[in-house]
């Protein structure tokens, strides 16, 4: 069950020039500020203060072993952390600001806690606006996971943060409903010649094929279906404590049993039933996955037993949709979460 927890409020900050600022300063004193991005809200601390780092890993309650994302203002200040290579240049021009995060052979100023001792470092320039305006402010890179408790439904509202970590972190940069809903792209270009994807988003692997004129290797051409792709990058991962079945594409049923909860990808057509819900008016791709965590989240606060999803088609950021519902499935023990 989920453990309602007692939300300050007040930590929830209204984006202006004063919270910015009381933002930047926490950060400069290795606290923890929630910040919007335009994929999920992050859990962010100074990612050269070992002691800021620390926080983030105990405040997630996230192993050591699995590795953080840095977060720049600029492509040339990534640049200047890790051994870059023209496809790094490349990519970075088409896509950054954006959510695409790159893995690339890190430089020793990174802290080796940042990277869970890897010798590689994930790197990234959000383009959310409160989120650039912060980083410009400062003089050091922002790590930040993704700001849950880990293993849980990763937070798209201000309001998420708030119910699962609101009463561990200094504050939360209010940015609104996140964009995109889901996890930047992952790709590890540590060899440029065969770049590959670790982590399907909102940047797909066809526009970086477009963009490098490379073959994009994916996972399921290197690994086993259901392995580790990636430290961290585990099989078991945005879990809600609601058990979730998928249900494939178009075999919805749409008469929930006692207990069960269905999650359509588009509003059923006549009247619809209790306990019935929908991603999208329409069906379309974009809306759904930028819906998911948050309808997710909602309805772990009610009292169902199951969540009976309808898997998306396997294009587009379906794929990353289909990804994350499978992660979110694939939990055999539920863990209440503090
Ligand atoms: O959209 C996002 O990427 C969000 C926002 C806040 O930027 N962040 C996010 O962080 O999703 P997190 O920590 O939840 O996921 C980071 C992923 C993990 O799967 C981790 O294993 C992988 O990136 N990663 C980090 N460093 C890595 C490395 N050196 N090699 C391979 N994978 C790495
Ligand atoms: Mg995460």
Known sequence: MFTQIKVPHEIILNYSEDTLERCAHLLQQDELVAVPTETVYGLAGNALSENAVRKIFNVK??????????????????????????????????????????????????????????????????????????????????????????????????????HTLGSKIAAILDGGACAHGIESTVLDLRDSRKPQLLRPGPIYAEAIETVLSLKVLRADQTQQKGAQLSPGQLTRHYSPNTGINIIEHGQLHLDPRPGEAVIANRKPGGTTKDHVYWLSETGDLV?????????????????????SVEAAPELGIGLAFNDRLRRAASVSVKQAIR
């Open 287 to 307: 809306e759904i996955a930028r819906n998911f965590f948050d309808l997710l989240q909602k309805l772990d606060r009610m009292d169902y037993q199951t969540l």
């Open 61 to 162: 309650g996230r192993p050591l072993i699995d590795p953080l994302i840095t977060h720049f203002k600029c492509a040339e200040a990534a640049f200047s952390l890790v051994y870059a290579s023209a496809a790094a240049e490349t990519l970075a021009a088409a896509f950054w600001p954006g959510p695409l995060t790159l893995i690339l052979e890190k430089r020793a100023i990174i802290p080796d806690i940042v990277t869970a001792g890897l010798s590689s470092a994930a790197i990234r320039v959000p383009r959310q606006p409160m989120m650039q305006a912060l980083l410009q402010r400062l003089n050091f890179p922002l790590a930040a996971p993704s700001a849950n408790p880990f293993g849980y439904v990763s937070p798209t509202r201000p309001e998420h943060v708030a």
